[in-house]
């Protein structure tokens, strides 16, 4: 299958802008998706990027460049409840859908 | 409430006793999947199912099967479980591939 590449761990200081970036193979790609996953709970839904650009939602952002084959995560005005993992997954034109590992972002006071 | 609704949470069994978890959608996807997340190995997927008898391996199939004979269900079954099955087990389902999946609350299997 597919394999997407991103950071094992981020940290970043409260009220601070975080970047968390995630590198895929380009072949057969059919878009791009990010999920937060709080510890012991289920991933839940972020974002879908599928064109190239910035997609906005509130202090979320994604970015997807589909000829580099990479893609990050902006989270601004970072929160303590914003700690997390944050998974990057892409659909790969078939019906699978594979996963980053996850990074796992700290927020500090 | 939509939601996606797995059973049991938690189980301990032991090594070649039989076992299945139950995953149930109200939101009339077709679409669902299996998955199990492992520390260092993040999640990875175990069957999927595009619709009603339909379904396909995904990447660790082994040792696993499913089926789909109605759209709301989506059992995973464990034949023979051994430890190396011991895991956090997620079933999500979403309209299609493409499009925001919805996940279960997690089954935390422990073979002993």
């Known amino acids: 299958g597919q394999s997407l590449e991103q950071p094992s761990e981020v940290t970043a200081v409260e009220g601070a802008i975080v970047q968390i970036n995630c590198t895929y193979q380009?072949?057969?790609?059919?878009?791009l998706f990010w999920y937060q996953q709080h510890a012991g709970e289920a991933p839940t839904f972020l974002s879908y990027?599928?064109?190239?650009g910035l997609e906005e939602t509130g202090r979320f952002s994604s970015f997807l460049s589909r000829s580099k084959g990479y893609s990050y995560l902006l989270l601004k005005e970072l929160q303590m409840k914003d700690s997390a993992s944050y998974l990057c997954?892409?659909?790969?034109?078939?019906?699978?859908?594979?996963f980053g590992k996850g990074t796992k972002l700290s927020v500090i006071p | 409430e939509a939601q996606v609704t797995q059973n049991p949470r938690y189980l301990i069994t032991v090594t070649g006793k039989k076992l299945t978890v139950t995953c149930s959608q109200n939101m009339n996807h077709e679409y669902m999947s299996w998955y199990r997340q492992d520390p260092g190995l993040g999640l990875r997927q175990i069957y999927y199912?595009?619709?009603?008898?339909?379904?396909d391996k995904g990447d660790v199939p082994e040792g696993y099967k499913v089926s789909r004979k109605e759209k709301r269900n989506f059992p995973l079954i464990l034949e023979s479980p051994s430890p190396n099955q011991t895991s956090l087990y997620f079933c999500?389902?979403?309209?299609?591939?493409?499009?925001?999946?919805?996940f279960g609350q997690g089954t935390r299997l422990t073979v002993v």
């Open positions: 990027n599928v064109l190239d």
């Open positions: 997954a892409e659909g790969a034109g078939s019906y699978q859908l594979t």
């Open positions: 380009t072949s057969g790609f059919n878009g």
């Open positions: 999500a389902s979403s309209f299609g591939l493409n499009t925001e999946a919805f």
């Open positions: 199912s595009m619709n009603v008898e339909v379904t």
